[in-house]
């Protein structure tokens, strides 16, 4: 049994003594069950003395005929003994084959389960054990499993919670392909009191392997009877063996280098053939030795030794996906091999017969014939934790939002896990799991497009109007919108000079964007956004449903239309955007249509060119354009394009066009054609070619850093990746705080942050415009420094080489090195004395050792002549001389 069941329960390893039958006759109607204590176990002999029954063969019979039996039927009580004994299940064949041997004549049978099966004895079993053992062949045993305890309650919620519901849920085998029970088709169970039960057969599910699984691991005849922890340490420390041996040795995995394994027609800059990178800790060599001998490896300096796996899965999670081991394995001969998952059936056999009546909390069970894989480590949610995550996240208030790691960090959620503490948790998926889980519970109708619309209509009945969010939801195809804003915020569109607009795109999971319409709230210099809009696709025609939609529901969100001053005379003077053609087209469509000549002076019907009174595009945006031209583009030519935004003449800038369109780099030819195509792109970055007046122009940003800034801002207080419904909510739940903190500001009479003025904001802009100003010269003095360098060193290495020619000399004095004249002569610390005074070098003279030769070295004796004037015709004179 796991360590769940008791410890008191028997295993059938323990009762698998002989049976020595009594040697006297027994009665018809005695009782014959076993019990055993644990000296006579230990003795090795198990006498049979007469005990009471728990049911006869007699009284089953009188109770057939209507007769009273001088014999009362009782059921194994709650608090039995758990003494063991010997057990053997006797079963009554149906048809042919049909046992000859009568009842009566088998004195072992002892407790009737059901017409047809008899058991020797029953063993009671308290708790939820997570693996039942299983009596090896031919020692069948029956469980009573007991769970009428208050502490159960939990388990028996729900209508549909039974006896088989509970084992399978906490079995960490998987029991499957049998029936669950049928309450129509009873069985009257005698050791139940004769109540109608219903009877479950389920058979094990087996388990899912490698096919390069260590045989001395796993041998084909592999069979568990029992919860050996052993066993199962044994299957783990071989899993984190084979970790760490795919970590550590240097053969190839499955990522394979820094180069890569690409097609043969591979070409630079051509996408057309396929590759594949290979990893910086991928040996090439051996990568090599692969491909050069079809996988194999052959050579015998690599050291690369035979190896196995032993991946082993629940069926649960063996049979997903492409059933590829992660595992990379080494044969015998040399191979590479990915293994892959496979299927071991498994013969386990469960019955199980339990009340009709839900409320009697009893089952008896029979296994038979052992698994055929280990115990299964604890991957499986038990209901205690399972009810210990729900507590936590019920903590929390409300799932909108919520993540394992904000689940984790919670204050409350150590303190209810480390009542129920569940090994399972330790796969955050089992968490993740149960976080959605509770999540569909919140939103019955999902988190997409669906699940805004119910939230919409339960938002509109339960919640007054001024506290409603999402005003429009649009499900058209390739169209899908959803327009959001919050009425108290919606308000301040009214004293807005312009507005931002941009998407965002990390916030939201999936194909959804997010489209945020920011403004400046000079009265207390903070920034509001003021709307936000969620849409799949950026095309021209869904855009036209934003811009409409925008200003339509601000309109019936604040009663008022939102005034623009190229089309109304009043109102906002500009807005600010990206650059994105699309948006822009889809305004200046919006914008004709709603133009009032008489109001506003402006006599346009072409869209583009009613942009120019009111479109300014963000020079940031243009400016990284114009970084990604200059990886390609020489100073000198990108030096005029970035000039581009001060041409103040049409004939100036027809002549920068010109120019564009016959430069040599076809980035330039692209970028100029499809700008100069735009009516409205000129003016809108231009200040001299917009037709704002003046006044107006000075005060649209020629930026969308307010947008910008708000993106970071709403992802930190929001998270991001989030689906749908969940990412308005918590959109929601912003904007309330930036509503709640405008008011507490007008509460207060005081200005949120009163370092943020307009002289604050040109302060600190000018102070970020000189330090980038200054390490932009910082850079430059650095690069024309590097370039006088390289410069002097070649100059260096050309008269370098042109001195080895001229000289002759081909090999130079290495630093520290003497030459052979320098070798002999003192050091300066040997010139110099203890005082450090230099000590004038002597000459000293030493007599030289005589030298004496082997015999065979002498040379030949002759005779030496003396030395005379008249011999060699000079004197001893002549030596003075020198």
Known sequence: ??????????????????????????????????????????????????????????????????????????????????????????????????????????PS???????????????????????WDIPEDGDAVAFLWDLSGAEYDSRFNRPSDSMLSVFKDASLDAWTGGSAG?????????????????????????????????????????????????????????????????TQTPAPRNDGKHGFIGCTGFVVGQRGHRFVPIPKEVDETLLVELYNHDGVFQSINFGIEHSYCARILRPVSGA?????????????????????????????????????????RKAILIFENPHSHPQFPPTKVTAEGKDAINRAIAAQGSTIGLTVGKLDRAPTTAAILAAAPDPAFLDRRKKRKLIVDAKKLENPMGTDLTGVLHWQQKMQKECPREDWY??????????????????????????????????????????????????????????????????????????????????????????????????????????AMDGNKPQANALGKYLVGRNKPHLSGVFENDPQRMLAYVLRTCEFHLHRK???????????????????????????????????????????????????????????????????PRDDSLLVPHHTNLNESSHPFTNQHTGTNLPLLEAIQLAYQVDLAQLKKINDARTARLVPNHRNTQAHRDHNNLKRREAHHQQAQDRAAAR???????????????????????????????????????????????????????????????PTPRLTLDADLEPPSFPLTPYSEELYGFGPDIFAMY
């Open 109 to 131: 049978r002892v407790v009737q389960l059901t017409r047809e099966t008899w058991v020797r004895r029953l063993i009671p079993v308290e708790g939820i054990p997570r693996c």
């Open 784 to 846: 024309s420094e590097l370039e006088n360098i390289e410069e002097h060193m070649q100059e260096l290495k050309e008269r370098k080489k042109e001195l080895k020619g001229s000289s002759g000399v081909t090999q130079l004095k290495r630093r520290g090195q003497k030459n052979r004249f320098e070798r002999g002569l003192p050091t300066e610390a040997e010139l110099a004395g203890d005082d450090g005074a230099e000590i004038a070098p002597e000459l000293e003279l030493h």
């Open 470 to 575: 999402v005003w429009s939801v649009s499900s058209e195809v390739d169209e899908e919108v959803v327009i959001t804003m919050l009425p108290g915020l919606a308000a301040f569109i009214h004293d807005a000079k312009f507005t931002v607009h941009d998407f965002t795109y990390r916030r939201l999971h999936g194909v959804w964007k997010e489209w945020e319409v920011v403004m400046w709230y000079e009265r207390l210099n903070i920034r509001i956004c003021v709307c936000r809009i969620y849409a799949k696709h950026e095309t021209e025609r869904v855009f036209e449903k934003l811009w409409s939609g925008t200003f339509a529901t601000f309109g019936r969100v604040t009663g008022r239309e939102v005034k623009i001053k190229c089309v109304d005379g009043e109102g906002l003077l500009g807005i």
């Open 182 to 246: 049928s309450t129509k088709k009873s069985t009257k169970v005698p050791a139940l009191d004769d109540l109608p039960c219903s009877k479950a057969t389920h058979f094990c599910n087996g388990s899912w392997i490698c096919d390069q699984l260590d045989p001395a691991l796993l041998p084909d005849d592999f069979a568990r009877y029992i919860a050996d922890d052993a066993q199962q340490d044994e299957f783990y420390e071989a899993l984190c063996d084979v970790n760490e041996r795919q």
């Open 320 to 360: 997903k996906g492409t059933h590829n081991c992660p595992y990379t394995t080494i044969a015998e001969d040399g191979r590479v091999t990915q293994g892959k998952m496979m299927e071991r059936q498994c013969s386990a056999r469960m019955e199980m017969w339990f009340p009709v009546d839900r409320a009697v």
């Open 626 to 692: 114009f970084v990604d031209l200059a990886k390609t583009v020489p100073d000198p030519e990108m030096s005029t394009i970035w000039l581009a935004p001060t041409l103040k003449t049409h004939a100036a800038i027809d002549q920068f066009v010109e120019k564009c369109k016959r430069s040599e780099h076809a980035c330039v030819r692209d970028w100029i054609s499809d700008k100069d195509s735009i009516g409205w792109f000129w003016p809108s970055i231009n200040e001299h070619l917009t037709k704002m």
């Open 1 to 106: 049994m796991s360590s769940a069941a008791p410890s008191s329960v028997p295993r059938p390893s323990e009762i698998r003594a002989p049976i020595s039958p009594s040697s006297g006759p027994r009665p018809a109607q005695a009782a014959v069950a076993l019990s055993v204590s644990a000296q006579t176990l230990g003795s090795g002999q198990l006498p049979v003395p007469p005990v009471p029954a728990v049911l006869t063969s007699t009284a089953i019979r009188k109770r057939k005929r209507g007769e009273e039996s001088d014999e009362s039927d009782t059921e194994v009580p709650n608090g039995a003994s758990r003494s063991v004994g010997a057990v053997l299940a006797v079963r009554k064949p149906k048809g042919k084959g049909k046992s000859t041997r009568s009842k009566r004549d088998d």
